[in-house]
């Protein structure tokens, strides 16, 4: 739910929000950062986004009217964050609160609160309502990771120029511009990507990573039109953890991607920046005993979140062109 003109809370989310800080105080403060008391003394409109990736289209369309901070920290599961001691201040400073949406952020706690603030923005719920066709579902469920095809995520850049608008009318033309300026240089990076992921032979395109972060990304960069088209995209990205890496992982998930490694003699399936590899060698040793030499690529990739400050995947599109970049390498090699 969101409007354009909410700068508090409700009484019933205040008390809805305090319920879940008292039953999870015990669980201490994970995403406290220097700049958080900076933030929270800001006069500047503040603007709290759930995910560094949601954070990167508030930087740039907000530039210097807005303070941002990011709940979720890049290191930890986006898909199963629940709300902390220390996230009530955020939660309360903040004027406008941007978020994923489609099912990413599910920790239950902080889904609740999101689903029933009156300042929270999703930029999925958006970009579903505008372009329904172009969601991926996969068993009915939806797969919400949307910023792995740039030219989809980029619609989210709406959500937030109409939101700051709302909120700083006399600033609006402002935000709008800077989401437009934006909007060209990814739609650039959409065309090198798709450019630099041609480079790799047709055989060679298939991606296994831990978890299914990458289905946009194989159905736009890796697939070919005419697959695209049949909907058999899919052929050529698959992992053992599935949609959520905090889902339970069983011998057949395993067995399953074992098999598509044999069909499509792949040897070299890719590492997420914020999981662990356990699954990945998992699939090493169970692949063992099918002859499979599989070896796992030493560069992660960034799937469900950016890479730490100074980091090569430190910004949207800093992140994007490093994964196709390990991918061309990796494949082609
Ligand atoms: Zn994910």
Redesign the pocket.
Known sequence: MSNRTGWGMTKNLFISAIGCLLLLSFLGCQTTTTSTDDWLQSDKIRVLSTTTLVDDLVREVGGEHVARLTLIAPAL???SYELVKGDDEKIFAAHLIFYSGLG?EHGPNLHRFLRESEIAWSVGDAIIKDRPEAIVRIDGQID??IWMDVSLWLQGLDVVAEALEGLDPEHGAEYWERAAMYKKRLLALDAKIASMLDQVPLEKRYLVTS???CNYFCRRYLATSEERLEGVWMERCSSPEG???DAQMSLRDLQKVVHELLTHKIDVIFPESNLSQDSLRKLIDIGKSSGLSIRIALEPLY??AMGEAGSNGDTYEKMMEHNARVLKENLCG
Do not use: Y
């Open positions: 599961d986006p898909h990413l919400p990771h978890h299914d972060a949609l959520a890496p799937a469900d």
